[in-house]
């Protein structure tokens, strides 16, 4: 049924034939559930919304933490490759002041 202009006519010649008891009760649980079918869809048109900014607040979160993880971990390897080069420079001194005393 597109409009409910159509169930008028189609409620008029149900009652006018006197259907048996089955098939009213066949024809309310079907419009009933049609009802629920219709509120469902507006609740969740009308929530949907407010569910994709929740997503949208929960997937910004986690880029930030992979961002503020991924910039920790380049600081700690700026700080081991600083700390490497220090052990070599202190060894490269060593090797150089001991050649210089062996000549």
């Keep these: 049924m597109e409009t ?3 169930l008028i006519p189609l409620a008029k ?18 419009s ?7 509120v ?7 929530c949907s919304p407010l569910t994709a900014v929740s997503r949208l ?3 910004e979160a986690a880029v930030a ?13 700026q700080a081991l490759q600083e700390k ?3 052990q070599e420079a202190l060894h490269g001194n060593r ?4 050649r210089q005393h062996a000549s």
Excluded at 13 to 30: D, I, N, R, S, T
Excluded at 65 to 77: F, K, N, P, V
Aim: glycine residues 8%; without cysteine; proline residues 2%.
């Design 95 to 98: 090797v150089l002041s001991n």
């Design 40 to 46: 469902l869809g507006l609740m969740e048109t009308v």
């Design 4 to 6: 409910v202009q159509e």
């Design 84 to 86: 490497g080069k220090q």
């Design 13 to 30: 010649e149900m009652m006018a034939q006197k259907p048996k008891g089955k098939l009213v009760k066949l024809y309310v649980l079907g």
């Design 57 to 59: 607040r929960d997937e």
């Design 65 to 77: 933490s992979l961002q503020a993880a991924r910039e920790r971990q380049a600081l700690r390897m």
């Design 32 to 38: 009933v559930l049609a009802f629920f079918g219709v």
